[in-house]
């Protein structure tokens, strides 16, 4: 079977046969069910593209398409104005045009694939796109309301409704309808998908947001987003070999990634850390284990939960204070996990990075409690920055702030790019890091 499917992507890209919209489809499918198939896929467009001179200009826009799938935008452009002229070939470069962010040149090509017969409706909703993404968004939204028939039952339609309408600022609970009726209509769409595992995501469903991502993820074209925010989450769970397979898909596909680069230069340094730091020390076996292993009230199991402590390790870096200092967190759910912690001499503190304790911010006057008070979940920072700080007690601009440098990059899974992206957020408020 596997055979099968390799010859007939292959027979799909070479041969000189029909090639339209159910062949693309074709293709997409073959990888999504089979990864391997990309390899497939991409030397056979490199076989393909060596007989450049021989292809007829219906033959340049199969090419054309076929680097668009491979992420070769500009290539993809190239060899697509030498192509027939047809629907498909003003529809791919329209898709190539918008990933270039050349959005007037988009919209242009969308409307001569209107008028050269490709779907009206995906031309509309194209357009929309373009709209939305150049902050029209009350012109995207008047463009949806205009369409009528199937289209508003298809996934595109409700994948682009639910998008729109988070742009405009629509309550979540109505976004998240719009992408759940999307998945509904077309369990495959990425973007759907996509959108629904980052509802749950923002929502702490932390395992569906999981599975959401490996489906959104597994559809091809690669969806970066999706991919992204996978590799994050298995970070979180510690599986960073996961992690580094999610970031390589990326810059299979689109080399030039700069966040795939970063993520995965980071994901590999923790593997490397695991396994050549600590491979045959025993507490560092007994640190990794799940707290979710011995038995807890549900009361302090629900507080270490909320603070983000999974495994001994997380817990025993905090101190008594640190504990107390959250909501709900007593002294009965105190004596209840020092004992734990005592029958496998274990304490707590144990493993802090904190060689004193943090200095207490003298606030500017001139940053008000309003802004000290916002919650760190509002500054739209990436699933990895936000669960790290979050797992550590920073749950305001005020706690962040607090903070050197070092601190934060003593937290786990907290890394340069983390970084980087929590100092670009604080100085679009003209705030810093504490010794900064």
């Known amino acids: 079977m596997a055979l099968g499917q390799e010859y007939d992507l292959k027979q799909l890209v070479q041969m000189n046969c029909t090639f339209g919209p159910q062949e693309i489809e074709r293709i997409n499918r073959s990888i999504s069910l089979k990864y391997a198939n990309f390899r497939v896929f991409q030397e056979a467009v ?53 990933a270039l962010k ?42 949806l309301d205009d369409l009528s028939g199937a289209v508003q039952h298809s996934a595109e339609y409700l994948y682009q409704r639910g998008v729109t309408a988070l742009a405009c600022g629509c309550p979540n609970n109505e976004v998240g309808n719009w992408f759940s009726r999307a998945v509904e209509a077309n369990p495959l769409h990425a973007g759907a998908l996509f959108g629904l595992a980052k509802e749950n995501d923002r929502r702490g469903n932390d395992d569906e947001a999981l599975e959401l991502y490996k489906r959104a993820a597994a559809q091809f074209p690669s969806y970066v987003g999706a991919l992204i925010n996978l590799g994050l989450m298995y970070e979180d769970r510690g599986e960073n070999d996961l992690a580094v397979q999610c970031y390589e898909r990326v810059l299979n596909t689109y080399p030039e990634n700069e966040y795939a680069r970063l993520y995965l230069k980071d994901a590999q340094a923790s593997s490397l850390t695991c396994e050549d730091i600590t491979p045959h020390n025993p507490l560092s076996q007994i640190l990794k284990t799940s707290v979710a292993d011995f038995e807890l009230s549900a009361r302090a199991r629900n507080c270490l939960q909320s603070i983000g402590i999974q495994t001994l390790g997380d817990l025993c870096s905090y101190t008594e204070a640190e504990l107390l200092s959250n909501k709900n967190f007593g002294e009965t759910s105190l004596v209840e ?10 304490q707590l503190g144990q493993t802090s990075q904190k060689a004193a304790p943090v200095e207490v911010l003298e606030v500017d006057t001139s940053i008000d409690q309003e802004t000290l008070q916002r919650p760190i979940s509002s500054m739209g920072f990436s699933v990895r920055a936000r669960k790290c700080m979050s797992r550590h007690g920073i749950v305001t601009l005020g706690d962040l702030i607090r903070k050197t440098a070092d601190e934060l990059l003593a937290c786990k899974n907290f890394g340069v790019t983390s970084l980087t992206e929590v100092r670009e957020k604080l100085a679009e408020l003209d705030l810093r890091l504490h010794g900064e």
């Open 46 to 98: 490199v076989a393909l593209e060596a007989r450049e001179e021989e292809q007829s200009p219906a033959g340049m826009v199969r090419l054309g398409v076929c680097l668009y799938l491979l992420g070769k935008y500009r290539r993809s452009l190239d060899v697509l104005r030498r192509g027939d002229g047809g629907a498909l070939a003003h529809f791919y470069m329209a898709k190539a045009y918008i």
């Open 337 to 346: 996990i020092k004992n734990m912690l005592s029958s496998r001499n274990l």
């Open 102 to 143: 050349k959005y007037d040149e988009a919209e242009q090509e969308y409307i001569c694939a209107k008028q050269a017969g490709y779907s009206s409706d995906l031309c509309t909703l194209g357009i929309v796109e373009i709209k939305r993404t150049n902050g029209k968004v009350q012109e995207a939204m008047r463009m």
